[in-house]
């Protein structure tokens, strides 16, 4: 089983980043996913979710800003991010959710997204 993502950086607040996460070793069409982020010194925090059908779930902090979306012929999920704020800055990580909404099962090692100025 592997996650890999990609695609953080450096930006100045207002840009953009999209996030990759490209999967192998477990059926990922079949497989909800996440996001989920890591600031320092701060506890893990959910970011956003899609659902095999599509449907997608977003926190409240990035409601409006960020999309979440999956090509399941690439078996890969990203996050695109919009309007970019310090308060983003973290480690973004991508993890299955057999489960559904709230579960977590195979996480990647994270990308980072620092925006500053």
């Known amino acids: 089983v592997q996650l890999v993502e990609s695609g953080g950086g450096q930006v100045q607040p207002g840009g953009s980043l999209r996030l990759s996460c490209a999967v192998s070793?477990?059926?990922?069409?079949?497989?909800?996913m996440n996001w989920i982020r890591q600031a320092p010194g701060k506890r893990p925090e959910w970011v956003s979710h899609?659902?095999?059908?599509?449907?997608?779930y977003y926190a409240d902090s990035v409601k409006g800003r960020f999309t979440i979306s999956r090509d399941n012929t690439k078996s890969t999920l990203f996050l695109q991010m919009n309007s970019l704020q310090p308060g983003d800055t973290a480690l973004y990580y991508c993890?299955?959710?057999?489960?559904?909404?709230?579960?977590?099962?195979?996480w990647g090692q994270g990308t980072q997204v620092t925006v500053a100025s």
């Open positions: 070793g477990f059926s990922f069409v079949t497989n909800d």
């Open positions: 993890a299955s959710a057999r489960l559904g909404l709230g579960s977590y099962d195979n």
């Open positions: 899609i659902n095999t059908g599509g449907t997608t």
